[in-house]
């Protein structure tokens, strides 16, 4: 860390170059573009279940039409890349969840809908059983227990699946042990050797998931809570262990979630491991923020503050919601 030397006032003046906006420009420490965003959308199979998410205005859900249209926006955009969560139809929903790792299930129709309409732009996918389980878990259930070395077995099945169907980067969001090595691993084997994997390595047990659950239809779903795998939001040692293990079994780019609250998390794990690090500016968030907005009590400004925070605390890149209408405000 530099040690600045600031002469005594009135020699030091920090406003002088506060002055105007050029000068201002010349001492911005910090950049914020569509370079930096990565868009997640929701992509539904049930007919009807399109459009806007209550508790997410200005998200919708949508068909795969729709995707493929979201994709050409984000390209259009300089948006470098989309991510894919899917709705699945609650009545195939299982406790075995073989959907999961289904080649025609939605989320792999999305990656081909998208891949084929606009090959460039980046498909990340999302690894978890949740969209397909009946409980609404991330893994397997048991009498109450959330199976950890089952889970990783069916996670690398999916994995397979979605590499398969044209991903370009897997986000394991499940937070099983071992699962990194075990996708790494099976995706070397399987002749998908480029195929990246971006790890949700510090995934906390939040509160700000809340609209993301209504928008996948698993609110009324989810038997129990999500504290026996996510990191207690106390814990940053725990955090900084998770990023760490997570990079020595193979994740190419790791990440923070959720992100306002856990700026310091963020900052903490690019210093220490100068690894590409992303935040989850995730559904509470953004429901709060745009909330704000449309009341008319937050300025759209504070969309772009929010995201020029995660640039300042480290991060290469920020998954949000507000990406396509960042990236507008910013063309
Ligand atoms: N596995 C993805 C998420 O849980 C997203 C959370 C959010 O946006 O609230």
Avoid at 43 to 49: L, N, P, S, Y
Avoid at 81 to 96: G, K, M, N, V, Y
Avoid at 120 to 135: F, G, H, S
Avoid at 196 to 210: C, D, E, M, V
């Amino acid at each position: 860390m530099a040690n600045p030397i600031i002469a005594p006032f009135p020699s030091t003046r920090l406003r002088r170059m506060r002055r105007t906006a050029n000068l201002r420009a010349m001492i911005s420490e910090t950049d914020l573009s569509a370079a930096n965003l990565i868009w997640p959308i929701f992509v539904t199979e049930v007919a009807g279940a399109e459009g806007e998410i209550p508790s997410m205005p200005g998200v919708e859900r949508l068909t795969l039409d729709g995707a493929k249209r979201a994709a050409e926006r984000a390209a259009r955009l300089s948006i470098p890349a989309i991510c894919i969560f899917p709705h699945s139809d609650q009545e195939l929903r299982t406790e075995t969840c073989e959907r999961a790792w289904d080649p025609d299930n939605i989320g792999n129709r999305a990656i081909r809908a998208i891949k084929e309409a606009v090959p460039e732009l980046a498909v990340m996918t999302d690894i978890a059983l949740d969209p397909y389980n009946i409980n609404g878990h991330d893994g397997f259930v048991v009498d109450g227990e959330i199976l950890n070395d089952e889970t990783v077995e069916a996670l690398v099945k999916m994995a397979l699946a979605q590499a398969e169907a044209g991903a370009d980067i897997l986000g394991p969001s499940d937070m099983m042990d071992g699962r990194i090595g075990a996708l790494r691993a099976a995706l070397e084997l399987e002749g998908h050797k480029d195929v990246a994997i971006l790890s949700y390595a510090a995934k906390f047990a939040s509160a700000f998931y809340g609209p993301f659950r209504d928008a996948v239809g698993a609110s009324g779903r989810l038997v129990g809570d999500k504290k026996t795998y996510q990191i207690n939001p106390g814990n940053r040692q725990e955090a900084l262990r998770c990023v760490a293990r997570d990079l020595a079994e193979g994740a190419d780019m790791v990440m923070v979630k959720p992100g306002m609250p856990y700026l310091d998390i963020c900052r903490e794990v690019k210093d220490r491991f100068a690894a590409p690090t992303f935040a989850y500016q995730v559904s509470g968030e953004y429901a709060m923020l745009e909330g704000a907005i449309r009341n008319g009590w937050l300025s759209r400004d504070a969309m772009l503050e929010s995201l020029l925070a995660f640039r300042r605390a480290g991060c290469d890149g920020v998954l949000s919601y507000f990406a396509p209408a960042v990236a507008e405000m910013l063309a």
